[in-house]
């Protein structure tokens, strides 16, 4: 069996990443119903409910410890990576959110034009960072337990 067919065969791999898939999924839909536009751009955002992030790694952690068992050191390698990956999420990630947001505000305020000539320049200076780049503890729950359920189910 080539690398290939091996690495598409792993059942851990594809049940990790259809835990992402559908954890980003969800954002799409939810975004919909929630009466805000449709937009299949979402699928590689980061942020919102639920954490694909979490999926995965909650998904990965749960189906080692079905395959490998609950015991092995890859199992307590992966449920710790799935810790770091979900404590990331919500704490170190969400702070640069959330600095993020303050730079943008102060950015925001500044007259930059006095600075340079050209005001093609100024507009320039005043490009926004990206504040949706970390999680709430809800929405890194919701990503383990869509991890889980998806890890157990199939």
């Known amino acids: 069996m ?4 091996s690495t598409l065969s792993n059942n851990i791999l594809f049940v990790s990443m259809l835990a992402w898939l559908l954890a980003q999924g969800a954002k799409i839909l939810l975004a ?7 937009s299949f751009w979402m699928l590689m955002e980061s942020g919102g409910f639920p954490s694909s992030h979490s999926a995965l790694v909650s998904a990965m952690a749960v189906q080692v410890g079905q395959v490998a068992g609950w015991d092995t050191p890859i199992f307590a390698v992966c449920l710790i990576f799935a810790f ?14 959330e600095h993020a947001y303050l730079i943008n505000e102060i950015i925001d305020r500044l007259d930059l ?3 340079h000539k050209s005001s093609k320049k100024a507009e320039d200076e005043k490009k926004r960072l990206k504040e949706l780049i970390g999680h709430t503890p809800f929405e890194v729950f919701g990503g383990a337990v869509v991890g889980v359920l998806i890890a157990i189910l199939l």
């Open 113 to 115: 034009s006095h600075i």
């Open 2 to 5: 080539s690398v290939i067919e």
């Open 32 to 38: 919909f119903f929630l009466g805000r536009k449709l």
């Open 84 to 97: 770091v990956v979900m404590y990331d999420a919500a704490g170190v990630r969400r702070a640069a959110g």
